[in-house]
Nanobody
């Protein structure tokens, strides 16, 4: 069974940076494209960023492009989300997800496994 464990969330002030990590419990990590999603209170879960199996291709939502960076370390079975210039509207529970698809995806239904989420709260 695949397990994803996120870490790195917290309460921060606007403008600072945070780095989220997500560890996958399988050595076949390199066989999964990875994504980050978030869900703010009262809103639907939305795509944030995705990265291909090799790490050579990435995709970002317009709301985070230029501020967030997704990366992965296949030797450590871990995907990261570096979040710079955080804004109050970035406040949400952040989820990482793994997809067995050949290419990266922004649609939630293409992801097979999900983490439990980590809370990020940005104060003004």
């Amino acid at each position: 069974q695949v397990q994803l464990v996120e870490s790195g969330g917290g309460l921060v002030q606007a403008g600072v940076s945070l780095r989220l990590s997500c560890a996958l419990s399988r050595r076949t990590f390199r066989n999964y494209a990875m994504g980050w999603f978030r869900q703010a209170p009262g809103k639907e879960r939305e795509f944030v960023a995705a990265i291909s199996r090799s790490g050579g291709t990435t995709s970002y939502s317009d709301s985070v492009k230029g501020r967030f960076t997704i990366s992965r370390d296949n030797a450590q079975n871990t995907v990261y989300l570096q979040m710079n210039g955080l804004k109050p509207e970035d406040t949400a529970v952040y989820y990482c997800a793994a997809s067995g698809a050949q290419i990266i995806a922004v649609e939630m239904y293409k992801y097979d496994y999900w983490g439990q989420g980590t809370q990020v709260t940005v104060s003004a």
